[in-house]
């Protein structure tokens, strides 16, 4: 499992949720509708592609493995 990213605006609102595959690289559906479809793409593009005239903030989140005993 990728770590989830998340773009924020200054107003502490999420913009974009996907997830990171590799490198650069992250799996994401830019559109709501049922015809866009997931994608992989540099991130650079993905967060070019929301941020118009705006500034975003990358948010990270990584699932925690099970607590040795």
């Not at 690289?25 to 592609?49: C, H, Q």
């Amino acid at each position: 499992l990728g770590d989830v990213l998340l773009l924020q605006d200054h107003q502490g609102q999420i913009v974009h949720a996907f997830v990171h595959i590799a490198a650069n690289i992250v799996f994401t559906k830019n559109g709501a509708n049922i015809f866009s479809p997931w994608v992989l793409m540099r991130i650079e593009d993905v967060i070019g592609y929301y941020s118009k005239e705006r500034t975003l903030k990358v948010l990270a989140f990584r699932k925690k493995g099970p607590t040795p005993t």
